[in-house]
């Protein structure tokens, strides 16, 4: 599972309630992961390589908030 990089992610996000949502999504979203495209390339939700995962979050802050999106189910 891939939640160490993402706890650093929700670190960033100021409201606790949103938080812990996405944190709580996080853990249903771990169990049936489901690829999407976006921007033209394949994304899954959870990750299964955590550094493929952090550089695509760290690079791109479109790629990061539709991600957190899908966690949240608001995609």
Not at 34 to 47: L, M
């Amino acid at each position: 599972m891939v939640f160490t990089f993402i706890y650093v992610q929700l670190a960033k996000i100021n409201n606790r309630a949103l938080r812990i949502q996405t944190r709580q999504s996080c853990k249903k979203l771990s169990e049936n992961a489901k690829w999407r495209r976006f921007q033209g390339r394949r994304v899954k939700e959870i990750a299964e390589d955590r550094t493929e995962l952090s550089r695509a979050l760290l690079k791109n802050s479109k790629i990061r908030l539709y991600f957190f999106r899908c966690l949240l189910g608001k995609n």
